[in-house]
């Protein structure tokens, strides 16, 4: 008997991917043979392959319709094939794979890693920029793990993308694991690991402390202990603040290349430059202002609602995103549209219940459709108004702030800036 780990995706995720996998099983089943199957689409990622599963698995089947990152399959025999081809000749493609394994005999099973004094660790560390709070967290980590003993290896998250990411090796042979971070985080890859959840500053100021607490935890589970009341403390903070932190850290690259688009614009042309057309000032000023500045609202909004409900909550974040921005109301209504959005989507995919077979119309039809069409009605008739009226009186209130006042502006964005360090009030100045 063989062992096999597969995955099967199609552009929506639904029909054809259900289908394969349904394939897959039976003909491994008929055939004698041990399979795992993996099923990813919109969705999301269904029956995750562990590491343990990969680790036996004697060869891994790609039946996939779109880009599938095979890299934690490293080392192992891949055949890939087409959902269709998967679904038609089913047989074909498990013995074309099983002819990829050297001799026909299974794979031994990976060793464990000799016994040290020394504990293997794994981290991620991931800020809203993904720059500053993101190295100095990751820095400190390998200080404390090198100082106690231990060895750890950091993957760093952010606005710039994932750096040094973690092989499956390097998951597989790992004791414990840490996640410093104020952005939504996918755990699935380290399913069956003790997880330690904190926040970067707490790895920053406590890098000891964490790295004994993440090895003290159970044997398995993602939930987040301490045995002292100090750690328990310092638990990161989650829900609304890491769903708005998820929606700012995707919000800021478009903040930031609009206004340096507009700074340059301004550098050109002069403080009019957007009404010169035809000139290269103009054309600045409207991919940074008429449309980068307007975009970020829409990504703010359409991010949060997806940290919350997770892909069924963009299209509804983003329609509400950019009702905010058209009907005035601004930063604070994308805020609001996004965890309406998000809120919204998450309970009905809860209480919406539908026939195995139908389930797949939930995340691409039904969820968008009725969460989208309820966020904008309410936008337009109940929200909007009356966060346009504060949005319009508090840039008033700022724009009063000129000349004698400047000082006093001074002191309130100074305030902003240093009151939460890298959160959203410190995002918003």
């Known amino acids: 008997m063989k062992h096999i780990v597969a995955i099967t995706s199609c552009p929506t995720g639904i029909a054809h991917t259900l289908l394969a996998a349904e394939a897959l099983k039976k003909a491994a089943a008929h055939l004698g043979h041990d399979i795992k199957v993996e099923t990813q689409g919109s969705v999301g990622t269904k029956n995750a392959l562990t590491p343990d599963d990969i680790a036996k698995a004697d060869v891994v089947i790609l039946a996939t319709d779109i880009r599938i990152d095979s890299r934690r399959f490293a080392g192992k025999p891949i055949h890939e094939t087409s959902t269709s081809e998967a679904i038609r000749n089913t047989n074909a493609v498990i013995n074309d794979a099983l002819e990829l394994t050297p001799g026909g005999a299974p794979k031994p099973a990976i060793e464990a890693a000799a016994p040290s004094a020394g504990k293997r660790l794994v981290g991620i560390t991931a800020c809203p920029t993904g720059i500053a709070h993101t190295f100095m967290a990751a820095e400190a980590l390998q200080k404390a793990a090198k100082a106690l003993g231990h060895t750890i290896r950091v993957e760093t998250q952010g606005s710039v993308g994932a750096k040094t990411p973690l092989t499956p090796e390097?998951?597989?042979?790992?004791?414990?694991?840490v996640i410093a971070a104020e952005t939504k985080v996918d755990l699935s890859r380290f399913a069956g690991k003790p997880v330690f959840s904190t926040s970067t500053k707490h790895a920053m100021k406590a890098g000891k402390e964490?790295?004994?607490?993440a090895l003290a935890q159970p044997a398995e589970g993602t939930a987040t202990s301490s045995a002292t009341a100090k750690t328990a403390a310092k638990k990161p903070r989650t829900g609304p603040y890491k769903h708005l932190m998820t929606g700012v850290s995707y919000m800021l690259p478009l903040v930031i290349a609009g206004g340096l688009a507009i700074a340059l614009a301004f550098a050109i042309g002069g403080i009019h430059a957007g009404d010169q057309p035809g000139t290269l000032a103009a054309a600045l000023s409207t991919i940074g202002g008429g449309t980068a500045f307007h975009l970020f609202v829409a990504v703010l909004s359409g991010f949060i609602a997806f940290s919350i409900a997770d892909r069924p909550g963009i299209a509804p974040g983003l329609v509400g995103?950019?009702?905010?921005?058209?009907?005035?109301?601004?930063f604070l209504g994308g805020i609001v549209s996004g965890f309406l959005?998000?809120?919204?989507t998450k309970f009905l995919a809860d209480k919406i219940k539908?026939?195995?077979?139908?389930?797949?119309?939930?995340p691409v039809l039904i969820l968008p459709f009725l969460s989208t069409i309820s966020v904008g009605l309410l936008m337009i008739y109940v929200i909007a108004p009356p966060v346009q009226g504060m949005n319009n009186a508090m840039n008033a209130w700022l724009n009063g702030l000129q000349g004698a006042n400047a000082?006093?502006?001074g002191v309130i964005l100074g305030g902003m800036m240093a009151v939460d360090m890298g959160g959203p009030i410190n995002k918003a100045a």
Request: aromatic share 2%; glycine share 14%; net charge negative.
């Open 321 to 330: 995103g950019m009702l905010a921005q058209s009907l005035g109301a601004g």
């Open 170 to 177: 390097e998951i597989a042979a790992a004791d414990a694991v």
């Open 210 to 213: 964490v790295i004994e607490t």
């Open 407 to 409: 000082l006093l502006l």
């Open 341 to 344: 959005a998000g809120y919204l």
């Open 354 to 362: 539908l026939p195995v077979n139908l389930e797949g119309l939930k």
